[in-house]
């Protein structure tokens, strides 16, 4: 894995939507001939990527939101990241 730094700013690359399946209750992430259905914590991260927030922004906001340690989510959410980015669902 490699280590992100905090001024990345991730966004989803041209053809691939983060968005509500509004008939089964959960949030996809489509892509070209993909797609990655999102757990609560995938949410949660994918919510603010939104090419303007920079990792050091989306984890200060998700630590803010669930009275976390930023230390402790923070290897979490760039694993989660690098790995959608190794996907080619999420461009850093």
């Known amino acids: 894995m490699n280590a992100l730094s905090g001024a990345v700013v991730p966004r989803f690359p041209h053809g691939v939507r983060f968005r509500e399946d509004k008939i089964r ?3 996809i992430l489509v892509g070209p001939e993909r797609i990655f259905e999102a ?3 995938a949410t ?3 919510r603010r990527v939104n090419g303007v927030a920079s990792l050091d922004a989306i984890v200060a906001d998700l630590a803010s939101c669930f009275t976390a340690d930023e230390t402790q989510i923070r290897p979490d959410v760039e ?4 790995e ?3 996907k080619q669902m999420v461009v850093l």
């Open 25 to 27: 209750g959960r949030h």
């Open 39 to 41: 757990d609560g914590v």
């Open 44 to 46: 949660e991260i994918l």
């Open 79 to 82: 694993a989660f990241l690098n």
């Open 84 to 86: 959608l980015s190794q």
